[in-house]
């Protein structure tokens, strides 16, 4: 790539952002927040247009202080963006290659450079969200386009300093890089009480029963968002991002739990909330008032129906599959709703999960990243299977990923059987129909510009480090994998 390619990337910046965004056009003037981005389209966009242009030097403060469409192109034809070799490679290999105490005072240099240059003995208490969200953020993208190495803003809430800061990542970097050896331990405690456990509450009673509802049910990594944005091409099925409201009893709680997870992404709410039915008053009203909103989670559900065209709701949520209970609460809350199973080789999860390093995300017992992952599969796998054998079987469809992508007409004319709804080519077209493409979903989805069949068969070239468990043995039988190495 060379300095006369900045057309190219002004071409692309433009084309990324009409699918982020959902436009057909993006206008030049208007800051990009205010079309409906947010921080995770910002991410998105730098992700992609580092994949398609490796030398691009763009930052994430670059994107944030660059907020139309027009000073974006501006900056990128006025700096010196455009480097003649990848970050990635040359600093990668700086750091790997240094010797161990180098590695430490590499990476303090690079925190200061790439989070701020906050004094050791700062008073400013860098744990409070308002100032350490931004700086997060730029951290969090360098590390990705330099190492791939991905990190979430819950891992620096304790520390104080830039050097606790450093020190943290260098020995997190040293292990995703394999630098430094894992302390092993080859068992994994799956929790039979938890895999088995009953309905631990009353799910909430409503009279306002909500009929046609699916649930894509999967354990994290498995293809969710790939099937939901395959499934958002039927004119019949309406396929919002991760929805996330079954964990809660009322929309407040639902609020009030997202503002505190994500606040610097108001517009994903907003549009989640839009979704739901709520005018732009309605939706700023609760924004200032999350909990007023005190409406109870079915009859949000119940708005959605009313509010979408469509005539089925598909919520996609793969935190679902945690407690049994919460799966339970569906048969409550729905008339019949349906259940897609979507399974996919542990291995390939397993692996995806620690390249993700998943394990910063997702509270497990255990330490060690591969047990981790492990653990999950298995025990998300368990309870959906569990939570089927206490609903009518013609209303759960096992799917598996590798069939998906391999055979994606034939799976998909699977689907449409089992939910009643004709055929369509739309189905088959992921990446070339606007739907909801950006909120909280994989974070590299639009790293892929087709269904790509070879990576249903990644789990063949993949050796994990230790054997899997009797019960992930097991389980992996009952869906039918193979596991050539056990
Ligand atoms: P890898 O990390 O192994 O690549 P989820 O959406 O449930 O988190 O699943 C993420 C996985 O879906 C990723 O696994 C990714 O490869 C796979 N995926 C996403 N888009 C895809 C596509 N277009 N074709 C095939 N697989 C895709």
């Not at 480097?83 to 240099?109: C, G, H, N, P, Y």
């Not at 009313?306 to 919520?315: A, E, L, R, Y």
Request: glycine fraction near 2%; charged fraction near 20%; proline fraction near 5%.
């Amino acid at each position: 790539m060379n300095y006369q390619s900045h057309a190219d990337i002004e071409a692309a910046l433009i084309k990324i952002l009409e699918c982020l965004l959902c436009k057909n056009e993006i206008a030049k003037d208007v800051d990009l927040f205010t079309l409906g981005a947010d921080e995770l389209t910002l991410y998105r966009l730098l992700n992609k247009l580092h994949q398609q242009f490796p030398t691009l030097q763009l930052s994430w403060h670059d994107l944030h202080t660059n907020r139309t469409l027009a000073s974006l192109i501006n900056f990128i034809h006025s700096s010196k963006s455009l480097s003649r070799v990848s970050t990635e490679r040359a600093i990668k290999e700086q750091f790997s290659t240094a010797e161990s105490d180098a590695r430490l005072k590499f990476m303090q240099k690079y925190v200061q450079k790439e989070y701020g240059r906050l004094p050791d003995n700062s008073n400013q208490n860098i744990t409070q969200e308002a100032s350490r969200h931004q700086p997060f953020m730029n951290l969090a993208w360098a590390l990705k386009r330099d190492f791939n190495f991905p990190l979430y803003l819950q891992e620096l809430q304790t520390f104080m300093t830039t050097t606790e800061i450093a020190a943290y990542i260098c020995v997190e970097l040293e292990l995703h890089l394999g630098l430094r050896p894992r302390m092993t331990s080859t068992s994994i405690k799956i929790n039979q009480t938890e895999i088995l456990k009953r309905a631990v509450h009353t799910p909430a009673k409503t009279e306002n029963k909500v009929n046609n509802v699916v649930f894509i049910l999967s354990a994290p990594r498995s293809g969710s968002t790939l099937l939901r944005l395959m499934l958002a091409g039927h004119f019949q099925l309406f396929c919002p991002p991760e929805l996330n409201l079954l964990h809660h009893d009322q929309l407040s709680d639902w609020l009030i739990n997202r503002l505190k997870r994500f606040p610097r992404s108001t517009h994903v709410i907003q549009n989640l909330m839009a979704i739901m039915g709520f005018t732009p008053s309605e939706v700023n009203y609760f924004l200032d008032h999350p909990e007023k909103a005190t409406i109870p989670i079915a009859d949000v559900y119940a708005q959605i129906e009313k509010s979408t065209q469509k005539t089925i709701i598909v919520d996609k949520t793969p935190s679902y599959t945690k407690h049994l209970f919460t799966l339970q609460q569906t048969e409550a809350l729905f008339d019949q709703a349906q259940y897609i199973h979507l399974v996919r080789h542990p291995y390939a999860v397993i692996d995806s999960f620690v390249r993700h390093r998943f394990h910063k995300l997702i509270n497990t017992d255990q330490n060690d990243p591969y047990l981790s992952a492990e653990y999950v599969w298995t025990q998300r796998n368990q309870n959906v299977l569990t939570f089927k054998e206490q609903t009518e079987s013609k209303r759960y469809y096992l799917l598996h990923y590798e069939h998906l992508v391999a055979q994606p007409r034939e799976t998909m004319a699977g689907i449409c059987r089992f939910l009643q709804i004709s055929f369509s080519e739309n189905l088959l077209n992921p990446y070339e129909i606007c739907h909801h493409i950006s909120g909280p979903g994989d974070y590299d989805i639009l790293q892929h510009d087709t269904i790509e069949p070879l990576l249903g068969k990644k789990w063949e070239n993949i050796k994990l480090p230790y054997p899997l468990q009797p019960e992930t043995i097991a389980l992996a039988n009952i869906l039918k994998y193979q596991l050539p190495y056990h």
